[in-house]
Each structure stands twice: as structure tokens, then as C-alpha cells.
């Protein structure tokens, strides 16, 4: 068995599941059932770890549903603190809950522990190398609500952990959560190296908090020198990707691999019909194949690259359905 | 608990259906419609079956399944159990299959719930328009007796957060949220689910805000088919695993 590295189409959220020889990563936990559904249909009954990049709930939801099921093992938790999560909100209440229970009557290690010092062989194994690059042991330490070294507010997805997964083909792969400016000014700032092969674009490819979308997308793809840049978008009436981020994409790789994980409002309206069947997906859950809201669905990256969906088929699929579709529309 | 009578039905043959209804128009309509695909109804006197034994004791030994509607005693003051209590027992007990209507979303938190873990199947008065509806509903309670839960009634130990407690006309309820239920909606259950203590208002409203574990079914499809059991006693409030919370922010 090769490693792989699969990233599943949540709706709007993040969840990678990472699978080794005898050993099992998930990286964040969206809020879909597609999340349950993508353990069982892999046939796991073991997660060693599970990695949070920051507790906002379109990645950390998914922990509450995971700790529920007495029939999956979990290693360990890896989550940051986040001072500007409200408890008594009722959703982060309940994960906050779960999490101590978790702690506190043993059913897994639950660690606060996720930044650039943490020992990376605690989340390698079975032939899969993860790296934690961000955030750094200060940003960390300051947590969101503080102040960056530049002076600048955290917010939650400053802290965002940003993991790079290399499989043991050697294909690297970028996961860096919800980064934002903040995030990435202190990561280049310091030297850090980005380099990826595949790239899961931070933030579901929408980045409200920067002054410049473009000039951002374009930094970041530019500093990871991904030739695949994948988005985990949920179809609202927000469109994400925006095209200005799109646009930045490009201008760093004009030849960029584009995939979303369903069809954003920017390729085809929200309100649009869709089709009655997504005969190109993979066989991997996905949030968005109920109501065919799926793009390009659940994909798995291994030996071969990304593989499914089937690209003939897809690519069909895209030229018929959508209307202004963004990865063809807006390349150079 | 009284012998059956009468036989087991065949597989797909639904057998003698009873339909209770306190609107006799409705429970007509609903015999109509079942007539319509050949099965066989009696639609059920509500002063033969007063009370839930005698209701019991009348399903047991005359049908093979049963469609029944919340309210029983809404306009017919001399019945004195509603319809969830008696498919409870039914289903639950007597191993009869049925299928549990209602006319009012708003029954389903306060009457529904403390009894919906042993009522498979809950359909709005809309539906029994459709009778193959219906007679799915009973085949599907039927495959819940004989084989156990599918895995959307299938619970998983969660916390729920109380929102909110208020009155009702029949109690006290709770409105909490599901920690892992992919909906973001709250679910109404009469306090006393979770405590006798929690029929006084003022010491449901003091618990709000905290939160509890229980079993639910996460893969409830609508609010409508959610339930619990098991509820651990031991309340824990959120804000306490919090240290570094500020207000302001929220």
C-alpha cells in the first residue's frame, strides 16, 4: 500500500485524510457528514493523530461526530488554544466539552501543542512525512486577539497550523488551513520554505481580511511553487474562490492544475439548476454529491498525481455546466 | 402483556392496518387511501379504546400494524394517552409495526420525543396523502423490529448544549444544540428527559448555557427524527474550560 493523501469535499471546511502503512493522519475535521462517512468508507478504525490547523468550526467541528464513535481509535488531538472563541456559543461549546471529556476520561491524548517546535515525527509515519511549519512557538504563544511582532491583530487564522505532508513518493503537499496575511508575513519573514507540489488554497479561496486578494493568492502560490492548486469551497452565494484570487494563482503559475471541490457561484450561479448526476466523481464521500453540488468532488493524491476525478470526464463535465467557469475563464 | 391472535403478516403484506385518529376525517381519509392499494383497515373507536391498556389490549388481538396520530384527546376528551405513548408501547413492546403521524411540528419536541427512540417512523399528515408512504413506514418499522436500528437511528454518545428552557402547555421544555449534528438546528425535549427536578422552571432555566451527554441518532436527517437516551446526569458548564475568554468579543 502507498501513502495517499486525500481531500474530501466537506462544503465549505477542511478535512485531508493521510494514509500510511498501518498509520492515519487527518488534517481538520469540517463540519459534514462526509467526514464520518469518508472513515468508513476507507475502512479505518484507527486515526493515530488528528491535526486542527485553528479551531474556527468549518475545520474543527467534525472532532465532536469523530470522538462519538467508541468504535474508532484516536491516537492523539492536536489543537490550538483560541481565546477568541466564545464558550458559550453553542457549537463551540459543545467541541470544547467533547474535547475535555476526550482529555479527561482518557479516550485520546488531546494536546494544545501545534506549532513550528512540535517533534514533526510525532505526525509521520507509515511511510508519510508531515512537517508543522506554522505557526511559530511566538505567534503561538500569543495566541489570536494578541499582537504580532509587526504589530499586527491575530485573528484564528493567523495561528493557522500550516502542514506539509510528504507522501512516500516524494509529492509534498501543503495544508495551511485558513492562513492569512499575518500568518504568511510572519512565515516569510523568517525564511521559511513552502515548497509543495499541491497546494490546498488557505481560506476556501476567499480572504476578506487582506487588502489585496490578488497580490496575496499570488504570494502564496509563488512561495509554495505548486503546479496544483486545489480549493475547498462549499457552493454558496459567496463565491470561493474569488476571482481576484484566482487571478493571483495565475499570475504566479499561468499553468496552474485547478480543482474545487464543488462548483463555485463564480463558475456557475448560485441559484442555477445543476445537474441530476455527477457521473465523474471519485467513489470517496463527498458533502456535495447529494444535490450534485460537487465540482470536481473528493480527490485523492498518490502515486499518480491527483488521482479522479476521471479528468476526460470532468473536464466535460465543466465545459458543459459551468458558465464562466474561473479555471479556464480567468487563465492567461 | 395479552397473546397475539392474530398471525404474523407475510413479508411486503401489511396485513389489518388500525388507523386512530381523533379527527375521524382524517383517520377516513387515511382508511381511503389504504383501501386504494388493497390493504385492509379498521379505523378505530376511539370510546372502544379509552385508556392505553384497552387501546393495547385492541391492537394486539385485531391488526397486524397500526397508523396513529398524535392526538388522541384534541377533540376527543374521553381518551386519556396521546398517540406517541401508545406506538411506543406498541412497537416497543408489543412488536406490532406502525407508523406515527401528526399534523403539528410543534408536537413532535414535547410529545414525540421522549418516545421517538421506539417509533422508527414519524410522517406528516401531508404524507398520508401517499399511501405507498404509509405502507413503507410499516415495512420499515417492521425491518427495525426484526433486525434493530439503521444507521440513521443509530446513536453516538454527544454533548448538547441547552439554549434555551421555556413553558409550554404540557411542561417544561429544553431547546439544545447537537454537538455533531450536521444541522445547525435545536432540538425541544420536555425537561424532565433529563431530570424530574427540571419540571420547575426557574431550575431548567438556571441549567441553560451548560451542557450534557447523551446517545443520539447524528444521522437524523431532519430535527423531526432526532432522539436521545442514556442523558448523563453530570452538567458541565463550557465557560469553565475556557480561561482566556473575553466577553467583549463575542
Request: net charge negative; hydrophobic share 40%.
Amino acid at each position: 500500500m502507498t501513502a495517499e493523501l486525500h481531500v474530501i469535499d466537506v462544503g465549505h471546511g477542511n478535512c485531508a485524510v493521510v494514509t500510511g502503512v498501518d498509520w492515519t493522519l487527518m488534517v481538520d475535521a469540517g463540519a459534514s457528514a462526509a467526514v464520518i462517512q469518508t472513515i468508513e468508507y476507507l475502512g479505518l478504525d484507527r486515526l493515530d493523530a488528528i491535526a486542527i490547523s485553528h479551531r474556527d468550526l468549518d475545520h474543527a467541528r467534525g472532532l465532536v461526530p469523530l470522538l462519538s464513535r467508541r468504535d474508532l481509535e484516536i491516537g492523539a488531538i492536536y489543537v490550538g488554544a483560541d481565546a477568541a472563541k466564545n464558550p458559550s456559543a453553542p457549537e463551540t461549546a459543545n467541541l470544547l466539552v467533547a474535547l475535555a471529556d476526550a482529555k479527561r476520561n482518557g479516550r485520546c491524548l488531546v494536546s494544545r501543542d501545534l506549532d513550528d517546535t512540535f517533534n514533526s515525527e510525532t505526525l509521520s509515519g507509515g511511510g508519510v512525512s508531515v512537517e508543522v511549519l506554522a505557526p511559530s512557538f511566538e505567534l503561538a504563544m500569543t495566541g489570536p486577539k494578541g499582537k504580532s511582532s509587526t504589530g499586527s491583530t491575530i485573528s484564528s487564522n493567523s495561528v493557522s497550523a500550516v502542514l506539509r505532508v510528504t507522501l512516500s513518493n516524494g509529492r509534498r503537499v501543503l495544508l495551511p488551513g485558513d492562513l492569512d496575511g499575518v500568518g504568511l508575513a510572519e512565515l516569510l519573514g523568517r525564511g521559511a520554505d513552502l515548497s509543495a507540489d499541491v497546494l490546498v488554497f488557505p481560506h476556501h479561496g476567499s480572504l476578506s481580511t487582506v487588502a489585496d486578494e490578488r497580490a496575496f493568492a499570488a504570494e502564496v502560490v509563488e512561495a509554495v511553487g505548486a503546479s496544483t492548486v486545489l480549493f475547498s469551497v462549499g457552493r454558496s452565494a459567496k463565491a470561493r474562490p474569488t476571482e481576484e484570487v484566482m487571478r493571483g494563482v495565475f499570475d504566479a503559475n499561468p499553468k496552474a492544475e485547478i480543482a474545487c471541490t464543488q462548483m463555485s457561484s463564480g463558475c456557475l450561479e448560485a441559484d442555477a439548476e445543476l445537474p441530476d448526476r455527477l457521473a465523474h466523481l471519485t467513489k470517496l464521500p463527498a458533502a456535495g454529491r447529494a444535490g450534485c453540488r460537487s465540482c470536481a468532488g473528493s480527490m485523492t493524491i498518490g502515486d499518480l498525481g491527483i488521482e479522479g476525478p476521471n479528468v476526460a470526464t470532468y473536464q466535460e463535465y465543466i465545459g458543459v455546466v459551468a458558465k464562466t467557469p474561473m479555471c479556464r475563464t480567468v487563465r492567461p | 402483556m395479552t397473546v397475539l391472535s392474530v398471525a404474523p403478516a407475510e413479508p411486503h403484506d401489511i396485513g389489518v392496518v388500525a388507523v386512530l385518529d381523533d379527527d375521524v376525517g382524517q383517520a377516513k381519509a387515511v382508511e381511503f387511501q389504504l383501501q386504494d392499494v388493497g390493504v385492509e383497515t379498521i379505523v378505530v373507536n376511539l370510546d372502544e379504546v379509552p385508556t392505553l391498556d384497552r387501546a393495547i389490549d385492541w391492537i394486539t388481538h385485531k391488526v397486524n400494524a397500526v397508523i396513529c396520530d398524535v392526538q388522541l384527546s384534541h377533540l376527543h376528551s374521553g381518551v386519556s394517552y396521546n398517540g406517541a405513548e401508545l406506538m411506543s408501547s406498541v412497537i416497543g413492546d408489543c412488536k406490532i409495526p406502525g407508523v406515527l403521524t401528526t399534523g403539528f411540528k410543534d408536537d413532535v419536541g414535547m410529545w414525540v420525543r421522549p418516545h421517538r427512540h421506539r417509533i422508527p417512523v414519524l410522517i406528516s399528515r401531508d404524507e398520508t396523502e401517499e399511501p405507498e408512504v404509509l405502507v413503507d413506514g410499516v415495512e420499515a418499522c417492521r425491518v427495525e423490529i426484526a433486525k434493530g436500528r439503521g444507521p440513521d437511528r443509530e446513536t453516538h454518545r454527544v454533548p448538547l448544549y441547552i439554549e434555551k428552557a421555556g413553558i409550554t402547555e404540557v411542561g417544561v421544555a429544553l431547546d439544545a444544540r447537537v454537538g455533531g449534528w450536521s444541522r445547525k438546528a435545536s432540538m425541544r425535549f420536555p425537561a424532565v428527559m433529563l431530570d424530574e427536578r427540571y419540571a420547575d422552571l426557574d431550575a431548567a432555566l438556571a441549567i441553560t448555557g451548560q451542557v450534557f451527554f447523551a446517545r443520539v441518532n447524528l444521522g437524523a436527517q431532519h430535527e423531526t427524527d432526532l432522539f436521545f437516551e442514556d442523558p448523563e446526569p453530570e452538567l458541565v458548564d463550557p465557560t469553565e474550560l475556557s480561561l482566556h475568554f473575553d466577553a467583549e468579543i463575542a
